[in-house]
């Protein structure tokens, strides 16, 4: 595994970490070229899509604190793992102070096709 991501657990929260950041540069190691992820606005192929429709997130919720929170894992083997977990953001918007929530799985992967690297379907 990668030394950003050592284990499903710390991947997890290196993630969480790197969002609040609000800098891309930290979150593009953790996403594999290949990723695919979902976000309200739709799916998004490729790391670059990806970190494309989180960087208009962060253009849009403005001083954004994510929270990842009830971290459960559905499977771990080997180089694969699977987690389900609750999200939680507060920022302002317009504005306007906004929250929101909600639950997502992260199919992971350290291995295959892009080694030390995750997949991550947000």
Known sequence: MSESAASPPDFVRTYEQATNSHDIAQLTPLIAPEAVCWFSDGSHCGRDAILTAIAETFATIRDETYEISDLEWIAVSGSHAVCRYTFRWVGTINGQPRTGSGVDEEPMSSSTPTP???????
Not at 116 to 122: I, M, V
């Open 116 to 122: 030390g690297r995750y997949f991550t379907s947000t």
